[in-house]
């Protein structure tokens, strides 16, 4: 049950795209294809930017997208905006229950 | 628009046991999916501790397991949490949210801090 891996900072420039990777192991984002990434600003509740690895919930954008390849997940946030500056988290059924990540700030330059 | 209120105290003393509350609204519990309870430490990451179902089948983060009960109240259209033996490391942000499956979290709370201290 430990928390899934994720890079603790990532950062891009304006317009540019960034990946997170988010790699667990095959109890868990290996196993199910049930991976989900949340947005969090500041001082907010989380926001579902990605389920079931690469759907989008209704009013995200397209410019987030995922991915996954074995026992890692990716988020890809490609055309970056001042406004994505936020950390991210990503989230994987595992058996029996539910893991995130240990999240990811991501400085927008 | 689904909406989901937590309520409980704020300040919980060691030892002593920790009770939660989320009130949804705009959508009814017994209609369908999952509801969990998710916790954020100040300045840490995002910790899932346990959801229910709509017909009461419950999951519990394994860690935590031996302390945590989820339950439904359908006729409040409410559900709970309950944390026995509480430490300072329980001191969180505790969000209540809708899970479609998978941890699939798209309507959350607003959070509500509880901090255990005596």
């Known amino acids: 049950q430990s928390a899934l891996t994720q890079p603790r900072s990532v950062s891009g420039s304006l317009g540019q795209s960034v990946t997170i990777s988010c790699t667990g192991t095959s109890s868990d984002v290996g196993g199910y294809n049930y991976v989900s990434w949340y947005q969090q600003q500041p001082g907010k509740a989380p926001e579902l930017m990605i389920y079931d690895v690469s759907k989008w919930p209704s009013g995200v954008p397209d410019r987030f997208s995922g991915s996954k390849s074995g026992n890692t997940a990716s988020l890809t946030i490609s055309g970056l905006q001042a406004e994505d500056e936020a950390d991210y988290y990503c989230?994987?059924?595992?058996?029996?229950?539910?893991?995130f990540g240990g999240g990811t700030k991501l400085t927008v330059l | 628009q689904v909406q989901l209120q937590e309520s409980g105290p704020g300040l919980v003393k060691p030892s002593e046991t920790l009770s939660l509350t989320c009130t949804v609204s705009a959508y009814s519990i017994s209609s369908g999916y999952h509801w969990g309870w998710i916790r954020q430490p100040p300045g840490k990451g995002l910790e899932w501790i346990a959801s229910?179902?709509?017909?009461?089948?419950?999951y519990y983060k394994p860690s935590l397991k031996s302390r945590v009960t989820i339950s439904l109240d359908t006729s409040k259209n409410q559900f709970s949490l309950k944390l026995t033996s509480v430490t300072a490391a329980d001191t969180a942000v505790y969000y209540c949210?809708?899970?479609?499956?998978?941890?699939?979290?798209?309507?959350w709370g607003q959070g509500t801090l509880v901090t255990v201290s005596s």
């Open positions: 989230c994987s059924q595992a058996v029996g229950y539910v893991v």
């Open positions: 229910i179902s709509h017909s009461g089948s419950t």
């Open positions: 949210a809708r899970d479609l499956g998978g941890g699939t979290s798209d309507y």
